[in-house]
């Protein structure tokens, strides 16, 4: 994440002052506010897990049962 940040730094630091305004009126638009109320460690949980079953891939994810409630809470 860090060298992602890095690596977008160096990229607004070339903008022209032109386009630096057009992008600060872009991040300005945006909406920020988070839309879902789920607690950050079924996120971490999700995320590692998926991440694990990324590394092996002959492995089964377990949370599929799961994910409904998941779904339903995030909707």
Do not use: G
Not at 39 to 61: C, G, W, Y
């Amino acid at each position: 994440m860090d060298s992602s940040i890095e690596i977008l730094k160096r990229k607004i630091d070339s903008f022209t002052p032109e386009l630096a305004e057009a992008f600060i009126r872009i991040v300005d638009n945006l909406d920020t506010t988070p839309k879902i109320n789920v607690p950050q460690f079924q996120l971490d949980e999700v995320f590692n897990r998926i991440q694990f079953h990324s590394e092996n891939p002959a492995t089964k994810l377990d949370f599929f049962e799961n994910i409904s409630e998941l779904e339903k809470i995030c909707a």
